[in-house]
């Protein structure tokens, strides 16, 4: 992967969210009202509609639940990168995520393979990525 | 309102597709107008006599307010007039706030019509990065996912749970391209194999471009009115039996899982309010945006078992003159795709076969179809039977 790659769009609901990938850390979104752990920041729960939310850190293990290897990159940003991993990915504290499988075994990727989290850098911010475990 | 009211009170009276495939001399306003005219000039209505009319949205055309800007392109004022934005579903969602607009008075004659020039509007680079946007921009686009992407992970979970083949999902390809050959306005009517699916140019795997729909230049419409209205009409109508609509989620990182979404839902809700059950479905229109996806709409609307529909496929009950017959058109896979419009081509087709008279591309049994839209990533979703009797 290389930087060419567009950088994430941070807004009022996803601050925390890139502000702790920049610092190597994957955050969840918790609500205090239900305990509902979610992967996309919003300001509500959404199961209770509380606005009591607070983050958590993910510990970074997760499984693949399904993948794509994809051959027609969809933006000028990722056309060096064909063929590359797109892969919904169950964090083991529960929620599911997007994400690439990146390192020199991502095309060896199958459903239910353990994965673990790492980062790519991108201009001043840092993304959120996983690599197949070895 | 209760949907129960809009049992067989309403009708399709015209339907009309404009010229498909690469059309660069028209805009995707005009292929909109064109099959608005077709459509109109089937009831022997005057432009005069629409009062409504409902549209979806134009990526190639950009228009704000396109709903309005179409009834100024067609010289209509209507009482009742909005966009919508449902993406894939917009088109079947269109019949049911027609209908209820139709039943609570706020107009008589609504004009349902959707198109782009997709195919000759734009670049192909340029239509392929338009819809980068279905992906979430922030926690799904920066990771180079693709639409084709997300239905290939649909795809390779279905194929997990269920052991649905690669030769299935290419079969769905072949099967509906057969149909579009006898279609005399369809944009693709090369005869395909197996072999030609599983070997054409990867998109995202599982899925290659022949599991992918098409980039058309197409428009589509559809004329609404009461059941009353259409008995002086000089065309045969089409009941709206049962419609039904549910939503779950936009993005599929969102979506509660890859195998189950709404469209047992928008089914159940059609079928409650048609009396009806897949087993009373004489033939299907479902929504082929790619292989797997008219295929998990068959288990989930109850025209097969979870799991069962590659089976199905392979046997060939969802051929013309099979047991189920599936997108008689030819689909999106085949026939044409241009935005919003894919699935009011089955729409249409579903009418052109209820009445009848379609020749080699005819159904033997024609008395009630199916026809499900969805949108975004089998997010949206939208079940309606058309029959043409009262019932």
Same mark, same amino acid.
């Given at each position: 992967?290389?930087?060419?790659?567009?950088?994430?769009?941070?807004?009022?609901?996803?601050?925390?969210?890139?502000?702790?990938?920049?610092?190597?850390?994957?955050?969840?979104?918790?609500?205090?009202?239900?305990?509902?752990?979610?992967?996309?920041?919003r300001?509500?729960?959404?199961?209770?509609?509380?606005?009591?939310?607070?983050w958590?850190?993910?510990?970074?293990?997760?499984?693949?639940?399904?993948?794509?290897?994809?051959?027609?990159a969809?933006?000028?940003?990722?056309?060096?990168?064909?063929?590359?991993?797109?892969?919904?990915?169950?964090?083991?504290?529960?929620?599911?995520?997007?994400?690439?499988?990146?390192?020199?075994?991502?095309?060896?990727?199958?459903?239910?393979?353990?994965?673990?989290?790492?980062?790519?850098?991108?201009?001043?911010?840092?993304?959120?990525?996983?690599?197949?475990?070895? | 309102?209760?949907?129960m009211?809009?049992?067989?009170?309403?009708?399709?009276?015209?339907?009309?597709?404009?010229?498909?495939?690469?059309?660069?001399?028209?805009?995707?306003?005009?292929?909109?107008?064109?099959?608005?005219?077709?459509?109109?000039?089937?009831?022997?209505?005057?432009?005069?006599?629409?009062?409504?009319?409902?549209?979806?949205y134009?990526?190639?055309?950009?228009?704000?307010?396109?709903?309005?800007?179409?009834?100024? #392109?067609?010289?209509?004022?209507?009482?009742?007039?909005?966009?919508?934005?449902?993406?894939?579903?917009?088109?079947?969602?269109?019949?049911?706030?027609?209908?209820?607009?139709?039943?609570s008075?706020?107009?008589?004659?609504?004009?349902?019509?959707?198109?782009?020039?997709?195919?000759t509007?734009?670049?192909?680079?340029?239509?392929?990065?338009?819809?980068?946007?279905?992906?979430?921009?922030?926690?799904?686009?920066? #990771?180079?996912?693709?639409?084709?992407?997300?239905?290939?992970?649909?795809?390779?979970?279905?194929?997990?749970? #269920?052991?649905?083949?690669?030769?299935?999902?290419?079969?769905?390809?072949?099967?509906?391209?057969?149909?579009?050959?006898?279609?005399?306005?369809?944009h693709?009517?090369?005869?395909?194999?197996?072999?030609d699916?599983?070997?054409?140019?990867?998109?995202?795997?599982?899925?290659?471009?022949l599991?992918?729909?098409?980039?058309?230049?197409?428009?589509?419409? #559809?004329?609404?009115?009461?059941?009353?209205?259409?008995?002086?009409?000089?065309?045969d109508?089409?009941?709206?039996?049962?419609?039904?609509?549910?939503?779950?989620?936009?993005?599929?990182?969102?979506?509660?899982?890859?195998?189950?979404?709404?469209?047992?839902?928008?089914?159940?809700?059609?079928?409650?309010?048609?009396?009806?059950?897949?087993?009373?479905?004489?033939?299907?229109?479902?929504?082929?945006?790619?292989?797997?996806?008219?295929?998990?709409?068959?288990?989930?609307?109850?025209?097969?078992?979870?799991?069962?529909?590659?089976?199905?496929?392979?046997?060939?009950?969802?051929?013309?003159?099979?047991?189920?017959?599936?997108?008689?058109?030819?689909?999106?896979l085949?026939?044409?795709?241009?935005?919003?419009?894919?699935?009011?081509?089955?729409?249409?087709?579903?009418?052109?076969?209820?009445?009848?008279?379609?020749?080699?591309?005819?159904?033997?049994?024609?008395?009630?179809?199916?026809?499900?839209?969805?949108?975004?990533?089998?997010?949206?979703?939208?079940?309606?039977?058309l029959?043409?009797?009262?019932?």
């Amino acid at each position: 992967m290389n930087d060419a790659h567009p950088e994430p769009i941070v807004n009022a609901d996803s601050e925390v969210y890139w502000s702790a990938a920049k610092e190597g850390r994957l955050v969840l979104q918790k609500c205090r009202d239900c305990g509902h752990l979610d992967f996309m920041p919003r300001h509500v729960c959404p199961k209770c509609w509380s606005e009591a939310k607070e983050w958590q850190d993910a510990d970074g293990a997760g499984t693949v639940h399904s993948f794509s290897i994809v051959h027609r990159a969809p933006l000028p940003a990722f056309r060096d990168d064909v063929p590359y991993v797109v892969a919904l990915i169950d964090l083991a504290e529960g929620p599911r995520m997007m994400t690439n499988i990146i390192g020199d075994n991502a095309l060896d990727v199958a459903i239910g393979d353990a994965v673990t989290l790492c980062f790519e850098d991108r201009g001043e911010a840092r993304v959120p990525q996983f690599r197949l475990t070895d | 309102m209760s949907e129960m009211s809009l049992r067989n009170k309403i009708a399709i009276v015209g339907v009309g597709e404009s010229d498909i495939g690469k059309v660069p001399h028209m805009t995707g306003l005009g292929l909109n107008a064109q099959a608005a005219k077709r459509a109109l000039d089937q009831t022997g209505l005057k432009p005069s006599d629409v009062d409504g009319l409902l549209t979806a949205y134009s990526m190639t055309e950009p228009y704000f307010m396109l709903g309005s800007v179409l009834c100024e #392109y067609l010289g209509l004022k209507p009482t009742f007039n909005a966009s919508l934005v449902s993406g894939g579903a917009s088109p079947a969602v269109m019949l049911k706030h027609a209908a209820e607009a139709i039943v609570s008075g706020q107009a008589e004659v609504v004009l349902c019509c959707a198109g782009e020039n997709r195919a000759t509007g734009q670049s192909r680079d340029q239509a392929v990065a338009a819809l980068v946007a279905v992906g979430h921009p922030y926690f799904e686009q920066p #990771y180079g996912a693709s639409i084709p992407s997300f239905y290939a992970m649909i795809t390779r979970r279905h194929m997990h749970e #269920y052991g649905t083949t690669r030769e299935q999902l290419a079969q769905m390809a072949v099967t509906t391209r057969d149909h579009a050959v006898r279609h005399p306005n369809a944009h693709m009517t090369k005869p395909i194999t197996l072999d030609d699916v599983i070997n054409s140019k990867p998109i995202a795997d599982p899925l290659n471009i022949l599991d992918c729909c098409l980039i058309s230049d197409a428009g589509g419409a #559809y004329i609404v009115t009461s059941a009353e209205r259409a008995k002086d009409l000089q065309s045969d109508p089409i009941y709206l039996h049962g419609i039904g609509e549910y939503h779950t989620h936009e993005h599929l990182m969102c979506a509660e899982s890859l195998t189950e979404f709404g469209a047992v839902e928008s089914g159940r809700r059609a079928y409650d309010m048609a009396g009806l059950g897949p087993e009373d479905m004489d033939f299907a229109e479902l929504y082929d945006c790619f292989t797997v996806v008219p295929m998990i709409e068959m288990e989930e609307l109850g025209l097969c078992a979870r799991g069962e529909a590659g089976a199905l496929v392979e046997a060939g009950d969802t051929r013309i003159d099979g047991r189920m017959p599936v997108n008689t058109h030819g689909g999106m896979l085949s026939h044409a795709h241009a935005g919003a419009a894919g699935g009011l081509f089955g729409i249409i087709e579903a009418v052109r076969q209820l009445r009848g008279g379609e020749g080699e591309r005819q159904v033997a049994k024609h008395d009630v179809a199916l026809v499900h839209n969805e949108g975004g990533i089998l997010s949206s979703h939208c079940t309606m039977i058309l029959g043409r009797e009262m019932r």
